[in-house]
């Protein structure tokens, strides 16, 4: 069982950034691929980036060389680092853990609750 709590979503201008926080609880939590979601209303929730045990790391082109993902296992911790924010990146960002797919996506067993991103134009 594996509990995931996000923060550091928020309000921010178009070209700026904001850095997203997970903090997991459970002892296996550096066996989990770990992985960030973003839906806006109406639409499906969509993939966005995901980080193996090993480090390697797959993101959707939409956010491909703007957005880092990270994580701690040592403070069983998960990051996205945003930069160069845009008004279609905002969303509610979800931290999830699970496993890679052969498509270079995710499948969540968990989700945590998610975080407000709004970018304003």
């Known amino acids: 069982q594996v509990q995931l709590v996000e923060s550091g979503g928020g309000l921010v201008q178009a070209g700026g950034s904001l850095r997203l926080s997970c903090a997991a609880s459970?002892?296996?939590?550096?066996?989990?691929?770990m992985g960030w979601f973003r839906q806006t209303p109406g639409k499906e929730r969509e993939f966005v980036a995901y980080?193996?045990?090993?480090?390697?790391?797959s993101y959707a082109d939409s956010v491909k060389g703007r957005f880092t993902i990270s994580r701690e296992n040592a403070k069983n911790a998960l990051y996205l680092q945003m930069n160069s924010l845009k008004p279609e990146d905002t969303a509610v960002y979800y931290c999830?853990?699970?496993?890679?797919?052969?498509?270079?996506?995710?499948?969540?067993?968990?989700w945590g609750q998610g975080t407000q991103v709004t970018v304003s134009s």
């Open positions: 459970g002892r296996t939590f550096g066996t989990y691929s």
């Open positions: 980080i193996r045990s090993s480090g390697s790391t």
């Open positions: 999830a853990a699970g496993v890679t797919t052969h498509w270079g996506t995710m499948a969540a067993d968990y």
